[in-house]
């Protein structure tokens, strides 16, 4: 099954982002004297399992998502007189029909 262009997109920023996180990782342990390949299997080691990093995410987006639609079916399947800030029905007074109607 092919995913959604959107989906793609942020699956490969997801890549990315973690990609870069790895680099930065590595430098620090560079930088700190480590040799490349020792600063490149402690970095991976540190950061954990990456497909469970994204598998992770991939839901937090998921049940973001799922929130933002709850709220939109929410907000058109109430009553507008039930909704917050709506304005108060207008409601009048007996004695104000009746003088309405006498008035004819």
Not at 35 to 57: D, Y
């Amino acid at each position: 099954m092919k995913l959604p262009l959107w989906r793609r997109r942020q699956d490969a920023e997801l890549d990315e982002e973690l990609a870069s996180h790895l680099r930065m990782a590595i430098a620090d342990r560079v930088a700190r004297g480590e040799s490349p390949e020792a600063a490149s299997q402690a970095a991976r080691r540190e950061m954990g399992n990456l497909p469970l990093i994204k598998e992770v995410t991939r839901d937090t987006w998921g049940a973001a998502e799922r929130k933002q639609v709850a709220a939109l079916q929410r907000t058109f399947t109430t009553p507008p007189q039930h909704r917050p800030g709506a304005p108060a029905p207008r409601i009048r007074s007996n004695e104000r029909q009746l003088a309405d109607s006498s008035g004819d």
